[in-house]
């Protein structure tokens, strides 16, 4: 069974610093996608960036970018330059490549910005 | 993009009594749609995965009398719970598939369920 692993349930960073969020995944599949999605306040799920497993090229969005490591099965989140509207629960996911396959979650990272 | 609505936003209801929860795609044909139940501080617990036409897959130790799901049409899946108990509070949120190639899957805005 896939499972996903997120082992800080908090952090913190200052405003404009850098903070990486840390995520392992166990996984026979490989072919398969990485997510980490942001739920904030309101609770709404938003995705925060996407990875295709068979790309080595880590991803990135602005200010976010993933340092996946296939072999380690390791898919950490870097936010750069953080910003107020950074803090929110972060929670990684994996789906393997099947159509209509579900989405397995890590337990989440609770990420505080200080001003 | 894609978005999905989900309603209501906040339900209380009385012990014993049903609710039903709306999950609509407004943009896209959804082929799939998944069902999840939060804890506070916690992470999302699939419940149940339906396919429109079809009778929904629930994960272990969901009980399938209880949390009816229906998904009759390409744009709507819905959730009921039936004869609720305090203990099925719960934040419930849904999640489509967009059967376009490349598309992601969205998630609604949530329903926080009180049961009195």
């Known amino acids: 069974a896939q499972t996903v692993t997120q082992s800080q349930p908090e952090m913190s960073v200052q405003e404009a610093e850098t903070v990486t969020l840390s995520c392992t995944y166990d996984t026979s599949e490989s072919d398969y996608y990485l997510f980490w999605y942001k739920q904030p306040p309101s609770r709404q799920m938003i995705l925060v960036i996407r990875?295709?497993?068979?790309?080595?090229q880590n991803a990135t969005e602005n200010r976010f970018s993933v340092n996946f490591q296939k072999a380690a099965k390791s898919f950490s989140l870097k936010i750069s330059d953080s910003q107020l509207g950074d803090a929110a629960m972060y929670f990684c996911?994996?789906?393997?490549?099947?159509?209509?396959?579900?989405?397995?979650f890590g337990e989440g990272t609770q990420l505080t910005v200080n001003p | 993009g894609a978005v999905v609505s989900q309603h209501p936003s906040r339900v209380i209801c009385k012990s014993g009594t049903s609710v039903k929860i709306e999950c609509r795609s407004l943009?896209?044909?959804?082929?799939?749609m998944f069902w999840y139940r939060q804890f506070p501080k916690q992470s999302l617990m699939l419940m149940a995965t339906s396919n429109e036409g079809s009778k929904a897959t629930y994960e272990q130790g969901v009980e399938k009398d209880k949390f009816l799901i229906n998904h009759a049409s390409l744009t709507l899946s819905t959730l009921t719970v039936t004869s609720a108990h305090p203990e099925d509070s719960s934040f419930y949120i849904c999640?489509?598939?967009?059967?376009?190639?490349?598309?992601?899957?969205?998630f609604g805005s949530g329903t926080r369920l009180t049961v009195v």
């Open positions: 943009d896209f044909q959804a082929t799939t």
């Open positions: 996911a994996y789906r393997i490549k099947t159509s209509g396959s579900r989405l397995t």
């Open positions: 999640s489509a598939r967009d059967g376009r190639a490349r598309k992601g899957y969205t």
């Open positions: 990875q295709e497993a068979y790309k080595q």
